[in-house]
Each structure stands twice: as C-alpha cells, then as structure tokens.
C-alpha cells in the first residue's frame, strides 16, 4: 500500500481525533480560561480571496497568536457551524446571528479560541476562517467587540478558483465518500448557503438555476459580501476592509495599516519577511460567468465598487 492510498484512512484519524481533542478541551480547560479578556480578531471573507496569505504572514508576528481555520474547534463551540460536516452529521447553519447565541457555546469560544495560547508575548489572537464572514452576529453575540479584517478579491477570479477546486475534488477522507472539497459531505454546505440565504432573501427566485460550481461560487460571494454589508455600520472603526489585490501590489504599507489597526508594532525583522512572503495573484484565465438576471446586475454592481476588470454576463444575454 503506498503512501498516497493511505491518505484518506490517516485523514479521517486525524478528524476523529481533532474531534475528540476538542470535545475534551471544552469541558476541561480550567475556568480562568472562561474569563479571558484576550482580544479576538477575525479574518474573513468569501473563501478564494487571499485570506489564506495574509493569515500565514501575520502567523509568524510575535504579538500573534494565529488560528488557521480551526473547524474541529468550531464544531466543538457549536455542532451547527460544522457546514462541511466533518465532524458531525448535522443540518448545520451557514448565516448565523445572535438567535443563535448559547451561554455554553461562549464558555466553550473562550476556552477554544480566546485562550487560545499561541507564542509568547502573543497579544490578541487572530482567527482566520472565511466562512466567519456570514456570522458576524453570531460572532458579535459570542465575542463582543472583537474587530474583523474583510478580504475582498476580483469576484470572477474567486469563481474560478472555487470552481477548479470543487471540480477537481482530490481530497479524500475514508469513511465519507461524498465528499466534495469545497461543498462538504453530501454537499452539505451548499445546502445550508441555498437554504439560509433564500430565508434571508437573497436571490430566492433565482437560487434554483445554480446548477454549477461557478455560479453557486458566485452566490457565495454575493452574500458574503451583503453580509458584511450589512453588519458594516454596526461595526464601525472595528472591521478593517482591503482587496487581496491591493495587497499584492503594495504589501508593506498593507500591512503597516493593518498592525496599526491590530494596535501591534510592526518590527521590521517580521515585515521584510512578510513582505516577501506575498505575490502577486495569478494570471487570469478566460471563462465565462453567466449568472441569472438580478444576481448578473449585483455581481457586476460590487465588482464596479471595488475597481475589478471582470464582469459576469446574465443568462438572458448568453
């Protein structure tokens, strides 16, 4: 048997026994935990959109103790956010707010997440998980005036990418055939997105014409950014907006500004690292995002916001 067969049989132990750990942790971890006053801020964004990069250059800050997509932690917080059901077979909550809070779920947060210890001196912890993005009031109920850094990126270049990845769907994990990369077991998270988001009234008359991976990428990332959207007054000076292109064209006063509102230094032993850690987004490839009428007219409405070249074209047209 060789090493590439064994993958899904390593991956699903070591689920298992992220799911386990982080059960355990929950109930264990001493009280003083519970009442952490660390700072929490969360990277967030439509998935594809460079949030990625920018976590791993800020995982390497002195003052930062980093948590990269910790989903078995999540899962352990509340059953509900486990969207890719990786851990538990559960009709799980893609848009969450504070209907959702449980005085247990925060106990649990502040026990996972916020005591989270990372190196020392860390200062706050950062937690990057760009699903996060569509529960700012979730977040907001369990983690009250935390600060949010938002990721936006060309929506057509996301498309594409998300597209590649569910199309391609390498990763395996045994015991869980229907598994898909980017849209979870049984396409458990696009359930989720098309339930809550058609609830929420986001393009209900249109949902049912998403038949593929690009256009469901592209409701994704309408209503990630109409979350954020409408969270944005209530957050104030506390959410932190730049594009992943900007931040390859000029990374060190990027991120300048983002220490500056982190309220960490910026030392210049971690900067020249971080700085060149960066690159530029890849070369563009030509395909075409046809999507239904009203989602057409919003998706080229924020791509014209933000400054991106691409646009879609509405089914109508094509």
């Not at 969360?42 to 103790?65: A, D, E, K, M, W």
């Not at 020392?120 to 760009?130: N, R």
């Not at 983690?143 to 936006?152: M, Y």
């Not at 994990?173 to 849209?183: D, M, S, Y």
Request: overall charge positive; proline content about 5%.
């Amino acid at each position: 048997m060789t090493a590439e067969t064994l993958k899904p049989s390593l991956r699903a132990f070591k689920y298992e026994w992220l799911r386990r750990s982080a059960e355990w942790k929950a109930i264990t971890s001493s009280s003083r935990n519970q009442s952490s006053t660390k700072p929490v801020v969360f990277i967030v964004g439509c998935g594809r959109s460079g949030t990625t990069v920018l976590g791993q250059v800020f995982s390497h800050h002195p003052q930062v103790s980093y948590l990269f997509e910790p989903y078995h932690l999540w899962a352990a917080v509340d059953r509900r956010s486990d969207v890719l059901n990786l851990f538990h077979e559960v009709n799980a909550c893609m848009l969450m707010d504070a209907s959702h809070y449980q005085q247990q779920s925060q106990f649990r947060f502040n026990r996972l997440i916020r005591a989270n210890r990372g190196g020392t001196p860390a200062q706050l912890v950062l937690e990057k998980t760009p699903l996060n993005a569509l529960r700012i009031g979730y977040l907001e109920a369990i983690a009250p005036n935390s600060k949010f850094i938002h990721l936006v990126r060309d929506g057509v270049d996301v498309c594409r990418s998300i597209d590649k990845l569910a199309s391609t769907n390498t990763y395996r994990i045994a015991g869980k055939p229907a598994l898909n990369q980017w849209w979870g077991v049984n396409d458990a998270k696009w359930k989720a997105l098309a339930r809550d988001g058609t609830a929420a009234g986001y393009y209900a008359n249109e949902i049912g014409n998403l038949e593929t991976h690009l256009s469901r990428a592209a409701y994704e990332w309408l209503v990630t950014l109409s979350e954020v959207d409408r969270w944005r007054d209530s957050l104030g000076d506390r959410i932190k907006e730049i594009s992943y292109e900007g931040l390859s064209a000029n990374p060190e006063c990027t991120l300048k500004n983002l220490c500056e509102f982190l309220e960490i230094d910026s030392p210049s032993s971690w900067l020249g690292g971080a700085v060149s850690a960066i690159r530029s987004p890849p070369q563009k490839q030509d395909s075409t995002l046809s999507l239904p009428p009203a989602m057409c007219e919003a998706f080229n409405r924020y791509q014209q916001k933000y400054g991106f070249p691409n646009r879609a074209v509405s089914l109508e047209e094509g």
